[in-house]
Every structure is written in structure tokens, then in C-alpha cells.
Nanobody
């Protein structure tokens, strides 16, 4: 069984920074494609950043230049560094990871979500 555990959310003032983590544990060979989403109550889940298995990352226009997605393969952990945060970044953030169990078998998992609140 594979689990994704997110951490790092919280309350931050506008202009501040947070780093979200998403750690995969269990029977894992490696991590493949990954993505970060966010959701505000009453709205659809929005894609924030997506990284292909080849390492190419794309970002939503609303976060370009402020957010950076990265990974530590040795720790099976993915990160979302969020800088220059704005009130409109307030949402529950979810990681989504393709976990390679044993090549070529892979499974897709979601983190439990972590609340990010940007407010003065």
C-alpha cells in the first residue's frame, strides 16, 4: 500500500512564502509524473503545476514566477515552493503523484490536502 502525506500548509501574510511537501511511503520503486492542484469551496479543482515523468514542468498562469515545483527522488518527496503569496492563493492544496511500483506498473495517488490561507 502506498500513502501520500502532505504537510506545510498554514496561515501566511500576503507577500509571504510557504513550502508544501508531499511524501510517498510504502512499496515504491520511484516517483513518476507529479502535479499540484488547489481547490476553493464551491469551485472546481485547479491545476497549479504539473511535471511530466521526463521532468518538464508547466505552471498555471496565475502562479508563474511565484511557485516552483520540485522533487527529491531519494526521499520520494515532491515540493511546492510558494513565494509572493496573494489572498487569491488561499485554497486547499493537493498533490497528485504517479508512483512506480515496479516498472512498468504504476499507480496514481492523491495527497490528503493541506490548507493554505493568505491573509493579513
Amino acid at each position: 500500500q502506498v500513502q501520500l502525506v502532505e504537510s506545510g500548509g498554514g496561515l501566511v501574510q500576503p507577500g509571504g512564502s510557504l513550502r508544501l511537501s508531499c511524501a510517498a511511503s510504502g512499496r515504491i520503486f520511484s516517483i513518476g509524473a507529479m502535479a499540484w492542484y488547489r481547490q476553493v469551496p464551491g469551485k472546481q479543482r485547479e491545476l497549479v503545476a504539473a511535471t511530466t515523468s521526463g521532468g518538464s514542468t508547466s505552471y498555471a498562469d496565475s502562479v508563474k514566477g511565484r511557485f516552483t515545483s520540485s522533487r527529491d527522488n531519494a526521499k520520494n518527496t515532491v515540493y511546492l515552493q510558494m513565494n509572493s503569496l496573494k489572498p487569491e492563493d488561499t485554497a486547499v492544496y493537493y498533490c497528485n503523484v504517479d508512483v512506480i511500483i515496479a516498472p512498468p506498473r504504476h499507480e496514481n495517488y492523491w495527497g490528503q490536502g493541506t490548507q493554505v490561507t493568505v491573509s493579513s
